[in-house]
């Protein structure tokens, strides 16, 4: 929110009682990490202070929720979005809060466009559906250990550090890829997906053990790209930000090679690796294969 906006809505009514109170990012943390982090661990990796500050000083939009005076719960909320909605015992009528904020929500937002609810919990999903909210995707986030293992190549490929001169080339094929798994609702364009590459190269490409896990695949016949996995460290792990194989070249043993090597690389320095993965995605057996476990669900919804 901008400092206009904070201003305006520090305060808002909810009637019969309730009121949201804007909380500054360090102040809303304190319940936010207690209340929805821990409570749902098991469906996060933990999160560290400093990493929750800094996503609520991102969405800078957190209320707690109070009623006659004491809170209640919290959320994260502004026009045409919410997000990790919690509530603090001995309250527990959630399904009340979410009847009242989403009804809050539609006053105020934009009607021509989507109200997007972010990361509900596996358990919330119905809560939502009752109130008219549809599911946008669904993402597991999976985990293993990192270990030495015996990487193989497939004969005909190149592998190789990705460069800014693959940028185009990377973009077209997560399109390409994306497109042709029917897991992917909604495809951005190349030009979607470039700034997407540019964050790896200009953030997380110093970062000696990243940059080694990440790597692009070479069709030796033509030159092309046929394959990619990109590297960041999230809350002080590593974390695959894409990983994708061009659909001509599936089931040959690259996407088991780009998995391999960075589980491989990964264990000079962390003792686990992790991703997120659609729900419906075909790739999730191929983690599963190599040892990769599934949290619960996040569920993105939207009105």
């Given at each position: 929110m901008?400092e206009?906006v904070q201003?305006i ?5 909810l009637e019969d009682g309730?009121?949201l ?10 319940y936010?990490?207690?209340?929805h982090?821990?409570k749902?661990?098991?469906y996060?990796?933990?999160r560290s202070?400093e990493?929750?500050?800094e ?9 707690f929720?109070?009623k006659?005076?004491?809170t209640?719960?919290?959320v994260?909320?502004k026009?045409n979005?919410m997000?990790d909605?919690f ?12 009847q ?8 105020v ?6 109200i997007?609810i ?19 995707e669904?993402?597991d986030w ?12 497939p ?5 190789k550090?990705v ?7 990377i973009?077209s094929?997560l399109?390409?890829a ?6 992917y ?5 190349k ?7 540019k ?5 997380h ?5 990243m ?10 016949s033509t030159?092309?790209?046929v394959?990619v996995?990109?590297?960041?460290e999230?809350e002080?792990?590593?974390?695959i930000m894409?990983?994708v194989v061009d659909?001509e070249h ?9 998995l ?8 000079k320095e ?12 075909y ?16 569920t993105?919804?939207?009105?």
């Amino acid at each position: 929110m901008n400092e206009q906006v904070q201003a305006i809505n520090k305060h808002i009514d909810l009637e019969d009682g309730f009121q949201l109170v804007y909380q500054p990012p360090k102040e809303f943390v304190r319940y936010h990490s207690i209340y929805h982090g821990q409570k749902y661990a098991d469906y996060y990796f933990r999160r560290s202070p400093e990493t929750l500050i800094e996503l609520a000083s991102i969405f800078d939009c957190g209320y707690f929720i109070m009623k006659d005076e004491i809170t209640i719960g919290g959320v994260f909320l502004k026009p045409n979005f919410m997000s990790d909605l919690f509530v603090v015992p001995p309250y527990n009528d959630y399904e009340g809060l979410v009847q009242k904020l989403l009804n809050y929500l539609k006053k105020v937002s934009n009607t021509e466009e989507k109200i997007t609810i972010r990361e509900v919990v596996e358990e919330q999903v119905p809560t939502y559906e009752q109130y008219g909210c549809q599911i946008n995707e669904v993402n597991d986030w999976m985990i293993r250990p990192t270990e030495p293992l015996k990487v193989i190549l497939p004969e005909g490929y190149l592998s190789k550090p990705v460069s800014h001169e693959d940028i185009e080339d990377i973009a077209s094929l997560l399109v390409k890829a994306y497109k042709a798994n029917p897991a992917y609702k909604q495809i951005g364009t190349k030009e979607d997906y470039i700034p997407h590459v540019k964050e790896f190269l200009d953030d997380h490409k110093n970062n000696k053990i990243m940059d080694e896990c990440s790597r692009v695949i070479v069709d030796q016949s033509t030159n092309h790209i046929v394959g990619v996995c990109l590297h960041m460290e999230f809350e002080e792990y590593p974390l695959i930000m894409s990983l994708v194989v061009d659909p001509e070249h599936q089931h040959r043993g690259i996407g088991r090679y780009l998995l391999t090597h960075s589980i491989n690389v990964s264990g000079k320095e962390y003792p686990a690796t992790r991703l997120s993965v659609l729900k419906d995605n075909y790739a999730i057996k191929l983690y599963e294969n190599l040892g990769f476990i599934r949290n619960k669900s996040l569920t993105d919804m939207y009105l």
